[in-house]
């Protein structure tokens, strides 16, 4: 029954319109601006002529067994690590985790970011290309930035035997303090083509959170 109720919950958040503004630490705002925070929609919004330099990652390890954000401004690299996510599985890490995640913060030095973006570009012909899709419940990045008063945005899906990495993940990794290890992606099984979001399971061992996000010309959006 509560998981039912999160399943609700959670289509009608993701439909919401609410624009992301950083990684909120209420985590019902958050369910609700998870989209823009994937899309970088409030980094979009202040990316002006003069605007500083920003960026975002956004890992997505099957949405309900693990999220992992890396936001970049001001020569701190703030990650965010959500392991579990749901009501059900409270009772497996702390409140504050549940509530904010596991957060670490670090410097990064003006080099460091230039390497890091830098290795970022080399693999954006790995991006998924317009019109594709990213599921919740599969393995993949997204990526947002504001770079003299120029925003950009390239999505990844892991491939499904994992056997093709992207470079930048290894660079970010580099300032994870959260003690929370990645969750790699792995070999999925073939459960056919999503078209929104589905709140039923793929089978009786997967709980996991199902919805889309299309990658645009114009950038990533919720849904089909």
């Known amino acids: 029954m509560i998981r039912s109720l999160l399943r609700l919950a959670a289509l009608l958040a993701l439909t919401g319109t609410a624009a992301a503004q950083g990684i909120p630490t209420n985590p019902i705002s958050r369910i609700f601006q998870w989209p823009d925070i994937m899309a970088g929609t409030d980094i979009r919004a202040a990316c002006v002529p003069g605007a500083p330099e920003r960026w975002r990652f956004v890992y997505n390890a099957i949405h309900s067994e693990q999220v992992r954000s890396y936001d970049i401004v001001g020569g701190r690299v703030e990650t965010r690590v959500f392991d579990r996510l749901g009501v059900g599985y409270m009772t497996t890490f702390s409140l504050s985790e549940f509530i904010g995640g596991a957060v670490s913060a670090v410097p990064i030095a003006p080099e460091d970011l230039r390497r890091l973006i830098a ?20 393995f993949f990045w997204t990526s947002a930035g504001c770079r003299d008063g120029r925003f950009v945005v390239a999505a990844f899906n892991y491939p499904p035997d994992g056997s093709t990495p992207f470079n930048f993940p290894l660079e970010l990794a580099r300032f994870n303090r ?9 070999p999925m099984p073939d459960v056919g083509p999503l078209t929104g979001f589905v709140p039923s399971r793929h089978n009786s061992a997967d709980d996991a959170a199902r919805f889309l996000l299309r990658v645009t010309e114009d950038g990533i959006q919720f849904g089909y």
Request: net charge positive; no cysteine; charged share 30%.
């Open 178 to 186: 959260s003690g929370k290890p990645g969750n790699p992606p792995r």
């Open 119 to 138: 290795v970022w570009e080399a693999d954006l012909p790995k991006a998924v290309k317009p019109v594709g899709h990213l599921r919740a419940d599969r």
